[in-house]
């Protein structure tokens, strides 16, 4: 039996940064269940998957778990620069910019994808988000880069 393994790693992660949350969130108003304060849900929330890691540590510490995989840098560079391209491009381009950038950058993760598939199910994603954020509920995010709008 190896103590590193899928549930150790999963386990230990969550563990992590459910542990980071609630150090980082520990000057947050956490109020009462009638009066919520700002850190509430998030500290709540960072309890839970404390809870959840140490769980899943401790049966990956006394189950027979399958071994780590060998890790892929692509996947994990390309969703990360995924992220990181939606985060730059949304404030200043748009949102449909930003999720173009988003879903291109992503699609790097696995080896010949043709870019052309992606950009229909982009295009309905980026279509989705307006429909449901920007005219739905109102939220102020601009759709498109000002240059394009005028």
Known sequence: MSLLNRDTAAGALFAGVGALGL?????????????????YVPLLMCGVLLLLGVAMLAHGLRAAAPPMPRLHLRPVLAVTAAVLAFAALLEPLGVVAAILASALCAARAVRDVPLASVLLPTALLALLVLAIFVWGLGLPLRALPPWLVG
């Open 23 to 39: 150090w980082t969130g520990r000057r947050l108003n956490v109020g009462t269940a009638d009066a919520r304060g700002e850190g």
